[in-house]
């Protein structure tokens, strides 16, 4: 259920359609970063579950993962990161195992 609310809200930020207004909107939404995009998904629908661990009884909604997003965000600038510079994340095999 809360797998087809993101799938809608998705499919309604990025699909073209013919009217000039809708492709106006498109040609926004491509311009928008992904940050951008998961803050307007967290902020329509705060409360669907986007990630669960059940065998860790860990439930995270759009809310949670926007929040956390931000925060590691905030930490890679106050590292010094600025924008063009590379990141390497390296995770284990099954990163469920390290949340």
Known sequence: MATRKIA????RMITPSL??????SVRTVVS?????L??????EAP????IRY???NVKWTLKHVDYFAEALAIGMLDNGLRAGD???SWLPNHFSEQV
Do not use: F, I, M, P
């Open 47 to 50: 409360h669907v579950e986007v």
């Open 8 to 11: 809608a809200l998705a499919q």
């Open 19 to 24: 009217s000039r207004a809708a492709l106006n």
């Open 32 to 36: 928008r970063s992904a940050g951008d």
């Open 38 to 43: 998961l803050k307007q998904l967290a902020t």
């Open 86 to 88: 590379v990141v390497l």
């Open 54 to 56: 059940h065998h860790k």
